[in-house]
């Protein structure tokens, strides 16, 4: 199986990030995280992006905030999907969310949710398992468990008002 890359552009970050730890966890999926920033270590961040196809990864989740310019430099530097993480760190995030999406024509970034960590993760897996069966079968079980915790919630809702 291919690894994800979780890279953040600081380590303030990190606690947002916990949850795209735990989740690529229960998919067991192998990954590395790092803290680079796009301003203050470009040549590192564009190196580590340079590389990260031959170094076994499938997927880079880049989270930062403010400028948020670091998903944009791993997807300059990688035919590799990124997934942008804004971070909310000022204006509420807004700033991070709109400098994540907002990406010139050939440097397209996924993007999800402001401190959307727990989602980037699912994504991940989604890209990754277009090639793994397994994992595959790890996100059919797992939707399918949010969709029965659906109905037991309404079910429950239901005998409430009988």
Do not use: C, W, Y
Not at 23 to 38: G, N
Not at 114 to 141: E, F, P, R, S, V
């Amino acid at each position: 199986m291919k690894k994800a890359a979780v890279v953040m552009g600081s380590d303030s970050d990190l606690p947002v990030l916990e949850k795209t730890f735990k989740r690529l966890k229960d998919f067991d999926i192998p990954f590395e995280a790092h803290v680079m920033s796009a301003h203050r270590t470009p040549a590192r961040a564009a190196e580590f992006a340079s590389n990260a196809a031959k170094n076994g990864f499938g997927v880079i989740i880049a989270a930062a905030g403010m400028a948020a310019h670091l998903a944009g430099v791993m997807a300059a530097h990688t035919t590799l999907p990124v997934i942008g993480i804004p971070i909310k760190s000022s204006l509420d995030g807004l700033d991070a969310l709109l400098a994540t999406v907002q990406m010139p024509p050939g440097i397209p970034v996924a993007a999800v949710a402001i401190d959307g960590a727990d989602n980037a993760a699912i994504l991940a897996a989604q890209i990754l398992a277009t090639g793994d069966n397994a994992l595959a079968d790890k996100l059919t079980a797992f939707k399918t468990d949010m969709a029965n915790k659906v109905t037991e919630k309404d079910n429950q809702l239901q005998e409430k008002f009988k």
